[in-house]
């Protein structure tokens, strides 16, 4: 079967319609990538075993053969993952198909007697938890981490270049007081940074400390080492922290957080893409059409926001997936129940949903631009959001009630600047606060919108 018709024949879209922008994934989270990561652990374990003090029967590896064996991971091959697939359908067990399959591999280096070695007083949860730990950091460090790095720093682009662009702000889908588009977008890149900085300070846990956590087996074999330092040294060597108070399984907390993690920055990029559409809908902004691409069936003149649109349907699937994940995944009953197995391997469902809809949002973000004559047709349309300007004076001039005045002549009725200024003129106050009053304007009424746009630290007085 072709390519073309595998995905054309796959029932989930990642593994179809999305397969190539999903591609970098797979290295990751396909079985075949699995297969590598639990045949690296194992690997590493043997190597640790062969270096640790009182596990003298087994000998130490020279750096010829400790190369070779890490070879095997490093050089892992789709061959190699058919063959642990073959063992796997024989067995019925994948980790068993592993350490069959790497006991081949011994004989093959002429390494035959470390064979009993592979998989020594290990529970299968001791290579998977430290195999899931690994994938997904390298996932996040290596895929989604970038991704999101290039759309904060499209969003930094755009809060600098639209700073100054003045434009009427809606709260509760009303006219209210003008911001600017570069305002606007700076908050959604503050909000960002800091979920992508959650993200990134999750460091991922694991753990080997036998069938229920007791290190029993080791103990019967081996008395006199000592384990717990042992297991420590060896997760660490991972660049995972080590979790020695355990059942049979990792408890999935560190997992659980970065999920969470992960599900705040989603539901930030949702928001941005929700917003974006509106102002595309409201001719706010317009978008660079790509060339040969159609936006109706039958309405040839159309520019369909589908970027913000996919991205928004792919980080709600990818945000419903995670939060199930942070619920269920800390929840094991008693030693241990197999309902976290089968849903880990759909940890690569989640990643997957959340980069389309990365892919998808700094898509959307590459096409559009401010139509500055709109913003300021809106602005001017909407003398009303001066209301909150007028009375805020009047209440520094110790004029009583300003903003029952500014109610009574704005609330439920059109307002043009002529019968504001009218109603200024009657104000028994200074002349120079009328001009002052007047002077007002909305396009010019955005605060401290721009220096906001270019800020870069809220939580320090410093970058002010």
């Not at 700076?186 to 960002?192: I, Q, S």
Request: hydrophobic share 45%; aromatic share 8%; with cysteine.
């Amino acid at each position: 079967m072709s390519d073309t018709m595998q995905r054309l024949g796959a029932i989930a879209p990642l593994d179809g319609r999305y397969r190539a922008d999903l591609a970098p994934l797979a290295s990751y989270f396909s079985e075949a990538a699995l297969f590598r990561y639990r045949v690296q652990v194992e690997i590493e374990y043997l190597i640790f075993l062969s270096r640790a003090q009182k596990v003298e029967f087994v000998p130490a590896f020279d750096p010829n053969q400790q190369a070779a064996l890490r070879a095997l991971y490093r050089q892992f091959s789709d061959d190699d993952a058919l063959a642990i697939a073959a063992w796997d359908r024989k067995v019925n067990h994948d980790v068993k198909a592993v350490e069959y399959w790497l006991r081949e591999q011994l004989d093959r280096l002429g390494m035959g007697a470390w064979k009993e070695a592979v998989h020594f007083a290990l529970t299968s949860e001791d290579v998977n938890n430290l195999a899931y730990g690994l994938l997904v950091r390298e996932a996040r460090d290596q895929v989604l981490l970038p991704a999101l790095a290039h759309i904060l720093e499209r969003l930094r682009e755009l809060a600098d270049a639209e700073a100054e662009s003045a434009m009427l702000a809606r709260t509760h889908g009303q006219a209210a007081t003008p911001t600017t588009f570069g305002k606007e977008l700076n908050v959604f890149f503050m909000r960002l940074r800091r979920a992508n900085e959650a993200i990134l300070e999750v460091r991922l846990t694991g753990k080997l400390n036998g069938a229920t956590g007791t290190f029993a087996a080791q103990v019967a074999a081996l008395p006199e080492v000592d384990w717990i330092t042992f297991s420590r040294a060896f997760v660490r060597s991972l660049d995972l922290d080590p979790v020695l108070l355990t059942t049979q399984i990792e408890p999935h907390d560190s997992l659980a957080t970065l999920c969470d993690a992960l599900k705040r920055a989603n539901s930030i990029l949702l928001d941005l893409c929700q917003d974006l559409w509106r102002y595309i809908s409201d001719g706010y902004l317009s978008q660079a059409p790509r060339p040969g691409e159609v936006g109706s069936s039958t309405m040839p003149h159309k520019v369909n926001p589908i970027d913000f649109e996919n991205a928004e349907g792919n980080l709600g699937l990818a945000v419903a997936l995670l939060e199930h994940f942070s619920r269920k995944l800390p929840i094991s009953r008693l030693q241990r129940d197999l309902s976290d197995s089968t849903v880990l391997r759909n940890l690569g469902v989640a990643f997957g949903y959340t980069l389309l809809g990365y892919q998808r949002t700094l898509r959307g973000l590459g096409k559009i631009a401010v139509r500055s004559e709109r913003l300021y047709a809106e602005l001017v349309a909407h003398p009303e959001v001066l209301a909150e300007a007028v009375q805020t004076i009047l209440r520094r001039e110790g004029v009583a009630e300003p903003y029952e005045l500014l109610k009574t002549l704005t609330r439920g009725r059109e307002l043009s600047l002529e019968l504001l200024h009218q109603f200024i003129e009657a104000l028994d106050i200074a002349t120079e606060v009328k001009a002052e009053l007047r002077a007002l304007s909305p396009t010019a009424y955005s605060g401290l919108a721009a220096r906001l746009a270019r800020l870069r630290d809220d939580r320090r007085l410093e970058a002010w």
